[in-house]
């Protein structure tokens, strides 16, 4: 069993950057594949970024490849989401989830265990 809880969230102006952080509590991170999920009002959660649990695979939504940059720190417990250049359709809130979930399925919510609470992330002028 593994809690995980997001931070990092909050207000930024287009353009500017952010960085989430997914810190997990029990079992260690590092035998689980880390997803970043999304959810805006109105829309279905979205697979933004995954990451294997050796971190040598990573990928992302077309929408945020080459803005977007995820990261692990095992030893930290800890997995990363820099995010720059934001614009405001990626206000929502993020969602960190932890699974020993395949490449094949790595945005499928169904596919992870562990899920954090969300931490929003609001881009606005």
């Known amino acids: 069993q593994v809690q995980v809880v997001e931070s990092g969230g909050g207000l930024v102006q287009p353009g500017g950057s952010l960085r989430l952080s997914c810190a997990a509590s029990g079992r260690s991170l590092g035998y689980y594949g880390i997803g970043w999920f999304r959810q805006a009002p109105g829309k279905e959660r979205e697979g933004v970024s995954y990451i294997s649990s050796s971190g040598r695979s990573t990928d992302y939504v077309d929408s945020v490849k080459g803005r977007f940059t995820i990261s692990r720190d095992n030893a930290k417990n800890t997995v990363y989401l820099q995010m720059n250049a934001l614009r405001p359709e990626d206000t929502a809130v993020y969602y960190c989830?932890?699974?020993?979930?395949?490449?094949?399925?790595?945005?499928?919510?169904?596919?992870?265990?562990?899920w954090g609470q969300g931490t929003q992330v609001t881009v606005s002028s």
């Open positions: 989830a932890a699974g020993r979930t395949s490449y094949s399925t790595r945005f499928r919510p169904e596919s992870y265990d562990y």
